[in-house]
Nanobody, 124 residues
Framework: QVLLEESGGGAAQAGGSLTLSCEAS????????MGWFRQAPGKEREAVAA??????IYNEFAKGRVTISQNGAKTSVYLQMNSLKPEDSGMYYC???????????????????WGRGTQVTVSS
C-alpha cells in the first residue's frame, strides 16, 4: 500500500491562492493516475483534477483556476488553486488508481488509495 500525505491546506481569503502537495511514500507501478478531490460538509466527494499518463484532466469548476502537476519521479502531485472562492472550502484529498483509457478519471469510486486530507478554508 502506498501511503499518501497531503499538505498545504489552510486559511485563505477569497481571490487568493493556495498550493496543495501530496507525497507518495514510494514510486509504485500499481497506479497510473493521481487525482485531487474535495469534500465539503454535507456534500459528496468530488474530483478537482487528475493526471493520467501525463494528461491533465479538470472538473468543469476548476478549469482556468486550478493547475495539477507532478514531479518527474511521479511521487508527488501538486494542486495550485487561484482565484479562490468560499465555495472552494472543504477537505482536499489526494488519491491514486490504476485506470484504463476509457475510464472516467474524475470518478472518486474508481480510486482505491487515499490520503487523510488537508483542510482548505476560504473566507469572503
Amino acid at each position: 500500500q502506498v501511503l499518501l500525505e497531503e499538505s498545504g491546506g489552510g486559511a485563505a481569503q477569497a481571490g487568493g491562492s493556495l498550493t496543495l502537495s501530496c507525497e507518495a511514500s514510494t514510486r509504485r507501478f500499481t497506479r497510473n493516475t493521481m487525482g485531487w478531490f474535495r469534500q465539503a460538509p454535507g456534500k459528496e466527494r468530488e474530483a478537482v483534477a487528475a493526471i493520467y499518463a501525463d494528461e491533465d484532466i479538470y472538473n468543469e469548476f476548476a478549469k482556468g483556476r486550478v493547475t495539477i502537476s507532478q514531479n518527474g519521479a511521479k511521487t508527488s502531485v501538486y494542486l495550485q488553486m487561484n482565484s479562490l472562492k468560499p465555495e472552494d472550502s472543504g477537505m482536499y484529498y489526494c488519491a491514486t488508481a490504476y485506470l484504463g483509457p476509457k475510464q472516467d478519471k474524475l470518478l472518486p469510486q474508481l480510486y482505491n488509495n487515499w490520503g487523510r486530507g488537508t483542510q482548505v478554508t476560504v473566507s469572503s
